[in-house]
């Protein structure tokens, strides 16, 4: 039945209008791909200065892009029902386009955070190779179509790689999650909405496919559990450390900074482990000073430290007992409670004085 005030002739062109309008904007984003690669990074770098100056809009930016990735999880139902109900219909390619472009401003998004948290000299550089191998391949047409989306279980770890990561800073911006609570949260999340894509790829027909889908899915979580030490605590960086033989109280501040000391004066005066970490406002968070003498932990002290100040929650460790041969390198490796690394401070010990 016609509409009051709508003739058929109407009804026929809105469609055909609305595919013109939209594969002209189609059209028009893939002739500008790195404009989409830029906007997601500029996006990631101004929340990452917004997080503390302005926390609310960071908070609006981190929404927006959890947002976008409603359209990956109900792509199919969108394409069915809602795009049906406003006459359009939207072609394969078409939709393929979008899951590159969410992918592109999702990883181009997370970059900014991981480059300034992660610790280089450390197996984080890996994780952050990954990330950055994968914004590469997000950009690069030939490589996203022909290699990675023609390979069901390379995309699906592509994919869930890219939601991971945005997890793991969106979370903690919005709903002020301590590292400890938002990785294990974005692991399972991210693994959930995988399993999907991995029944797709992987048909449960037979028992012995029911069997390798759970093995699949169960992989995804166990590697990203034990991978933890090597993700950057993404919400969390250090601005100052020091190793040091004295405190100022009143300006919470090292008295001296130090990268060798003798045997003799270890053992005479201890030594304090300093650090100033920043965190986004409304953060509590547990973190660790793991002491180490070549490689072996010696002691763990915890340490309570709150977001919201630009040059970071100052706080120290002062350690006195050391063991009795104490000459040899030092590590104080500054941890979360998910055992993810915010950074490491390095010190010598020798046996001149002795």
């Excluded at 062109?13 to 500008?32: D, F, G, M, V």
């Excluded at 969106?170 to 991210?190: D, E, M, R």
């Excluded at 399993?195 to 899915?217: D, E, H, K, N, Y």
């Excluded at 993700?231 to 009143?250: E, H, K």
């Amino acid at each position: 039945m016609e509409q009051p005030g709508e003739t058929p002739a109407q009804t026929i062109e809105r469609p055909a209008w609305s595919r013109r309008a939209l594969n002209r904007l189609i059209a028009t984003l893939k002739r500008y791909p790195k404009v989409l690669a830029l906007a997601g990074f500029l996006f990631g770098l101004g929340s990452f200065v917004l997080v503390e100056r302005k926390p609310a809009l960071a908070q609006v930016v981190a929404v927006l892009m959890m947002a976008s990735w409603l359209w990956l999880m109900f792509e199919n139902t969108l394409r069915r029902n809602a795009l049906r109900l406003l006459k359009l219909k939207v072609p394969r390619p078409a939709l393929h386009f979008i899951t590159q472009m969410v992918h592109q401003e999702s990883l181009f998004f997370v970059l900014p955070f991981f480059f300034f948290t992660v610790t280089w000299n450390s197996g984080q550089t890996l994780f952050m190779g990954l990330l950055c191998a994968a914004a590469l391949v997000s950009v690069i047409d030939p490589l996203y179509y022909n290699h990675l989306a023609k390979r069901r279980w390379l995309f699906l770890g592509f994919h869930a790689l890219a939601l991971f990561a945005v997890m793991l800073i969106a979370l903690p911006i919005i709903l002020h999650l301590s590292t400890a609570q938002s990785y294990p949260l974005a692991l399972g999340i991210a693994v959930l909405l995988a399993i999907p894509s991995v029944i797709s790829a992987l048909p449960p027909r037979r028992w012995w496919r029911s069997l390798a889908l759970i093995g699949v899915v169960a992989a995804l979580g166990l590697a990203g559990w034990y991978g933890r030490l090597w993700v950057p605590p993404a919400t969390l960086w250090l601005t100052q450390v020091a190793v040091s033989t004295d405190i100022d109280i009143q300006d919470k501040a090292p008295e001296n900074r130090l990268t060798q000391l003798s045997e003799t004066k270890l053992h005479q005066e201890g030594l304090y482990a300093y650090t100033a970490i920043r965190a986004p406002r409304g953060l509590n968070e547990r973190i660790y000073h793991v002491w180490r003498l070549n490689g072996e932990i010696v002691d763990t002290i915890a340490l309570d430290i709150q977001g919201g100040r630009k040059e970071g929650y100052r706080a120290w460790t002062h350690k006195q007992h050391f063991p009795k041969q104490a000459v040899g390198h030092w590590q104080v490796q500054v941890v979360t409670e998910a055992r993810q690394m915010i950074g490491v401070l390095r010190f010598e010990v020798t046996d001149i004085g002795n």
